[in-house]
């Protein structure tokens, strides 16, 4: 698969699992993994769920509007860059949002060494 | 100096170049560099500084919102992760934009080997 497609294909499972069993997010970071959610800088794949699980709301859906990806160097990594739209249950605006992961090779698939998150407020 | 400091470093020095003097961003990238602008992907310096100084507008100035960064595993490299806002000469608006960067060290400094930009449009 060309990167482009894996990129889609991660950014699809992503917010998809995001969007229906946040918990289950933690098979796609490490130890090592580290997230940045808003500023705030989160280490760990148990730490990144506990706070992707205990955000303020229940239930969202987010709407993805672009997904650039790009070779990260020699360590066979890529980065993705994901703008889009998340929309939170009982908010009658969805919120612009930017992310990037940069996804990092396991022996046949990828996980999450780095994520940070960013609302775009108006 | 602390990573967040080198981070702040580094976008202060990138858009005050871009908005005074865009050809002299070639000294930031290598032949090995890739800009994602818009979803149009660019290798090497020469090229991305010439799609930087082609750009359709003269004069701009981008004012910088949020600014993250990790650094990016084993490769001794950095991610800095932008928000803010770009105004161009003669528009009414800015316009917002997110802008990421993976910069790599070199014997003195550092360069940026991935750059992806992108508009948030409203």
Partial sequence: MDPDTVAKAFVDHYYSTFDTNRATLATLYQDTSMLT???QKILGSAN????LTTLPFQQCKHMITTVDCQP???S???LV?????LQI???QHALKFSQMFHLMPTLSS???LNDIFRLNYA
Same sequence: chains 1, 2.
Avoid: C, D, L, T
């Fill in 37 to 39: 959610f808003e500023g």
């Fill in 48 to 51: 990144i769920v506990a706070k």
């Fill in 72 to 74: 990260s160097g020699p």
């Fill in 76 to 78: 066979g990594g890529m």
């Fill in 81 to 85: 860059f994901v703008s889009g739209n």
């Fill in 89 to 91: 249950s009982g908010e």
């Fill in 110 to 112: 990828f996980y999450v």
